[in-house]
Structures are given as C-alpha cells and as structure tokens.
C-alpha cells in the first residue's frame, strides 16, 4: 500500500489533505503537532524510520506570531521559525532515504502568499515562509535526478478558524476565498503527474492587506 506523512494532519489544510490522500487509498499517517514536536528533530528520526518506506509527504504544520519588528520578541520569531521551517526540514531529510528506497516520490511544502507580499506587523510568519519556499526550490533541485519531486504551494487566505472572523468582519463569504479542499486538490494533481512533469511552485488564490 501506498504510504504517506501529512504534518498538521488533525486540523485545516492537513487535515483536509489528509483526507484526500486516505481517499485515494493511500494509508496515511497524521502528525499532530500535540503529540510530535516536529522542531524535535530525533523524535521526526524515530517516527520516520519506523516507516520503512515512503510516497508523500506534506509538510502542513505551521504557527504564526503577528507583531511589529521593533516590539518582537527573539523566542517568539525562534518558536515560529522552528516549526515552519526546521520542521519541514526535518521532515524532508527524513523522508528521503525512505523515498530513495522506493525509487521516488513526491514532497509537497505548504508556503504561504505571505512569502511573495509582505505586510506590516508579519514579520516571523513571512521570514518562515521565505524560507521554505527556498529551502523546497533548492531541495528539489538536488532531488530531481533521485526521482523525487518537490513543490511548494503558497495559499492565499484560507477559510479555516484561524480566519473565520475576519471573513465575517470584512463582509467576505466563505466560497469567495480559498477553502482547504482547494489546497487538498492541488496536493492530489501533483502526485498524480507524470515522471517529467514537475511543479516548483504553485500560488493560489489572494491576500488583501
């Protein structure tokens, strides 16, 4: 059976990818940032090699902290950077001998349209999605002759109950912005395509301040 990792995996976007996957009949395994600290890197070890082999993996877990530069405090810009970011790279490294050992496979990072359009007062969240819309690039780019694909998707708002309030506030309705099953699609398309075809990055709908 096809096997795959979907971090953030019990909640918005990974759970909706999650799902999806289970629907095309792989077995996936949901990381729940409650029970593994994906910043914790020989705990990501243990996990993943007890899998023996791997297909996909999603790297979906991620936190925000908003605040004004000036007013920021390190620990917070750490704990941010260390999850959106190191967890995907433990992941990633993780995942490779293991997709190696099955002749490819695909790797799908969750950035963020915040990395492409900055805004005041976001800076930990959109230093981190930066980051990991380099680090999938340049991955990808070592990857590629392994067989192994990787891209980086960078949603827009999504309607999740990080943002549901907003949504109500500024008069928007929920089918007007992206919702996680849209995220979810977009993560099957690319593990469906064909062994030529790679995707580096695929932006989805918008951000409005």
Not at 10 to 34: C, F, M, N, Q, W
Request: aromatic residues 6%; glycine residues 10%.
């Amino acid at each position: 059976m096809r096997q795959a990792v979907v971090t953030g995996g019990s909640r918005g976007i990974g759970k909706a990818v999650a799902d999806a996957l289970e629907g095309e009949g792989y077995r996936v395994h949901r990381v729940s940032t409650a029970v593994l600290d994906v910043a914790d890197k020989e705990a990501v070890d243990a996990f993943m090699s007890a899998l023996g082999e791997l297909d996909v993996l999603v790297n979906c877990a991620g936190i925000g902290h908003f605040d004004r530069i000036e007013d920021l405090d390190p620990e917070d810009l750490q704990r941010v950077y260390d999850v959106n970011v190191m967890g995907t790279v433990h992941f990633c490294q993780a995942a490779i001998p293991l997709m190696k050992r099955r002749g490819g496979g695909v790797i799908v990072n969750i950035g963020s349209l915040r990395a492409i359009h900055c805004s005041a007062g976001r800076a930990p969240y959109t230093m981190s999605k930066f980051a990991v819309r380099a680090f999938s690039k340049t991955l990808g780019m070592e990857l590629k002759d392994d067989g192994i694909k990787v891209s980086c998707i960078n949603p827009g708002y999504v309607y999740t109950d990080m943002i549901s309030h907003r949504v109500e506030r500024e008069g928007l309705r929920p089918e007007d912005i992206l919702v996680p099953e849209d995220v979810a699609k977009t993560v099957l398309m690319l593990t469906t395509l064909s062994a030529g075809a790679t995707v580096e990055e695929v932006n989805m709908g918008e951000i409005w301040d």
